[in-house]
């Protein structure tokens, strides 16, 4: 509830607060089924009520569009060396090229030459460090973008994504 009068200030009556203290916990299912096709639903919290929230509109995808923030993540990334390969990573916009070697992120080294590019949670859960991708093919390892977006190949979080093709060209 930290932000509670924030949202209200956003959203008016179209927000609704449940505080599990005073009203128990809230139904999930009758809040999914009561919003309109097309609803962006945005999900962050304990893992058990994000697990819960998944369930219920995996059964509504074709009404409703599911977006998470964990703190901490569900798959382990694999970590400098074990099975990364080394790429190169060109910054279209100025046609600069980094290396990224096997025991460092991209991001860590586009931090080196942009070193206010944004991040938040150096695991690949938030979303913070997403850039598009121009050219190659990105070895997605984020919680972030849905299957259909790592089959667009347009976008990566250089927090924790690397590359399958020696390059990649991002937008940067």
């Known amino acids: 509830m930290a932000f509670r009068n924030e949202i209200r200030a956003l959203g008016g009556d179209r927000a609704q607060f449940v505080a599990q203290d005073e009203d128990g916990l809230p139904d999930f299912a009758a809040a999914l ?18 697990a819960l929230v998944e369930n219920l509109c995996a059964e509504r995808r074709d009404r409703l569009t599911l977006h998470v923030e964990r ?31 096997a025991d460092r992120s991209a991001l860590e080294v586009v931090h080196e030459v942009l070193p206010d590019h944004p991040y938040s949670c150096l695991g690949g859960q938030c979303g913070s460090c997403e850039v598009a991708v121009l050219a190659g093919e990105v070895d997605w390892r984020d919680e972030v973008l849905t299957d259909a977006e790592h089959e667009a190949n347009s976008a990566m979080m250089l927090c924790v994504s690397r590359a399958h093709s020696q390059r990649l060209v991002i937008e940067l």
């Open 33 to 50: 089924d009561a919003a309109p096709a097309g609803t962006a639903v945005y999900c962050c919290g304990p893992e058990p009520m994000i």
């Open 71 to 101: 703190f901490s993540g569900t798959v382990p990334i694999p970590d400098g060396g074990a099975g990364n390969l080394p790429f190169e990573l060109e910054l279209a916009e100025t046609g600069v090229v980094l290396h990224i070697p």
